[in-house]
């Protein structure tokens, strides 16, 4: 049976950055960079603070950049101060939401189960998840990277049918490579996204294996977009430092044409 080709996914985490003109200059001047990419082949995607997401889902009508979240709560509404929930991102008309960033994990105490939680809501709410896995740097050393990020995906995916998890979105990102400047070579980011896809094989078939989106994130650039997103099991970046400048950002999806 042929390959699936699959799409590749370029999103863009702002983290916690750009207030809202700042957020609406940099969506202008992406929109007129990204205008002629083959929208079929690479989807683009950003992910701003909460507080710009109504703004820039404005600024994006008729665009093809997606809107994405960077966070959402389990529950749909209620008394959880400070929360926002799936069902409002969704009203906001985002697409995606990110779920169990390595930030949340080490600064907000993110676990493989409140992932999975929050990944029910996001799926309940009708938007897709981008899952984030990935091992820190001891981790790595100690050769627990794949014990590790396969520990991460089946708690992230527990409970859910193969028909839900086709839809989803993967992101492996080495702890070690997030706003480091230090990218994981191509051949690690391959292995890495292979072993996560034969995982997927064992969990549920080949078929939704072959079918699920694994993107690569850790101080993507432009200058090594290409080479990562050439590999077989590459579909896509998740970016955070090189989302903030539009020229970066659109270098970094057209490598992936
Ligand atoms: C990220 O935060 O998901 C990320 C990959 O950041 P950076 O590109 O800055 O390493």
Redesign the pocket.
């Known amino acids: 049976m042929a390959a699936q080709v699959r799409r590749k996914l370029i999103a863009g985490?702002w983290?916690m950055n750009k207030t809202i003109p700042e957020g609406l200059a940099l969506v202008r001047e992406l929109k007129g960079l990204v205008a002629s990419l083959p929208g079929e082949r690479v989807e683009l995607a950003v992910a701003p603070p909460f507080l710009s997401l109504q703004a820039v889902a404005k600024e994006l009508e008729g665009s093809f950049v997606k809107l994405a979240a960077q966070n959402c709560h389990w529950e749909a509404s209620g008394a959880y101060t400070g929360e926002v929930s799936a069902p409002m991102l969704k009203d906001l008309g985002c697409a995606y939401v990110i779920v169990g960033?390595s930030?949340r994990r080490q600064y907000f105490g993110e676990t493989d189960e409140t992932v999975n939680k929050r990944t029910r809501a996001v799926v309940g709410a009708g938007m897709t998840p981008i899952i984030c896995v990935g091992e820190t740097l001891a981790e790595r050393e100690a050769n627990r990277t794949l014990e590790v990020v396969e520990r991460q995906v089946a708690g992230a995916l527990k409970g859910f049918q193969a028909a839900e998890v086709a839809g989803f979105v993967l992101a492996y990102?080495p702890v070690w490579?997030?706003?480091t400047g230090r990218t994981a070579t191509s051949a690690q980011a391959q292995e890495v996204h292979r072993a996560i896809r034969e995982q997927l094989g064992r969990l549920y078939d080949r078929g939704t294996a072959e079918r699920v989106l694994i993107q690569y994130?850790?101080?993507?650039k432009p200058d090594n977009a290409a080479e990562l997103l050439g590999q077989p099991d590459v579909d896509g970046a998740?970016?955070?430092?090189?989302s903030l400048k539009a020229g970066d950002f659109a270098a970094i999806a057209k490598g992936g044409v």
């Not at 994130?217 to 993507?220: D, E, N, T, W």
């Not at 998740?238 to 090189?242: E, N, S």
């Open positions: 985490n983290k960033h930030e990102e490579a997030i706003g994130g850790g101080s993507v998740l970016v955070g430092g090189a």
